[in-house]
């Protein structure tokens, strides 16, 4: 899921190629988790020092802090109120991208030096986990707040997936949300709207040729108004000369 801003701006590019950091920490990530979790188990922790910590939530944030602060001899415990851990990255980010197998992964980094996980626990008050001895609290509640798109009117609330769904922008979030819709059961096409072409769409080049290799329709040069009794209405966009 990274963007690779560093490939992006990487000096190499003024020569041949940049440096493809990405693939190779994918790469390092997929073949030397073990090698790593057999290194942890030789490893002893820090000599306990007295703090008992409560995490709330197991994202990625919360699994960090679980790791590091365990492995520097505090007592941890990580409260989530969902059944898994993994926050957005588990709920929200299409599994093929992360496959859930990966996340579990951290997770038992996070345990690798005692860290306790809790499910199906919404923690709202730090008074009453003090009064369970809790030294600290962290509070990695993660970024769930939704945005809203500005349409005069029929602004959608629930997620109901018909046969036709479209999604808004063209950049590569808005490619995974149109590779997941037609992973979708029920679901017959997927449009992309966007108010230009797609030369100029900010999604990467492999995000592009992924969709529409999954099948993924674009609808080029329309910009939203309005949705209302299932019609999306645009305005017919053009584009202008080159400064």
Not at 67 to 88: N, P
Not at 112 to 118: D, E, I, N, T
Not at 191 to 202: A, C, G, N, S
Request: one cysteine or more.
């Amino acid at each position: 899921i990274c963007n690779h801003r560093c490939m992006t701006g990487c000096t190499r590019n003024f020569y041949e190629d940049h440096v493809h950091i990405r693939a190779v920490k994918l790469e390092a990530a997929r073949h030397a988790i073990e090698t790593l979790k057999q290194n942890l188990k030789t490893q002893k922790p820090a000599q306990k020092n007295g703090a008992k910590v409560a995490v709330i939530g197991a994202g990625p944030a919360g699994l960090a802090a679980a790791y590091f602060l365990t492995r520097d001899g505090a007592d941890v415990t990580v409260f989530e109120k969902k059944a898994r851990a993994g926050g957005i990255v588990q709920y929200v980010i299409p599994e093929f991208r992360i496959p859930a197998a990966s996340i579990g992964q951290d997770v038992e980094l996070a345990s690798s030096f005692g860290a306790s996980f809790v499910y199906n626990s919404e923690q709202r008050s730090v008074e009453a986990l003090k009064k369970q001895g809790f030294t600290h609290v962290v509070f990695a509640i993660g970024a769930w707040k939704q945005s809203s798109l500005a349409l005069e009117k029929g602004a959608a609330e629930t997620l109901k997936l018909g046969k036709n769904v479209v999604i808004l922008g063209a950049g590569n979030t808005a490619m995974d949300a149109a590779r997941v819709a037609k992973r979708t059961k029920g679901v017959e096409h997927s449009f992309i709207v966007y108010r230009r072409t797609k030369q100029f769409m900010p999604a990467d080049a492999e995000e592009l040729e992924l969709a529409l290799e999954d099948g993924v329709e674009f609808k080029e040069l329309l910009a939203p108004v309005s949705y209302e009794n299932g019609i999306l209405r645009c305005e017919k966009m053009k584009l202008g000369e080159r400064g």
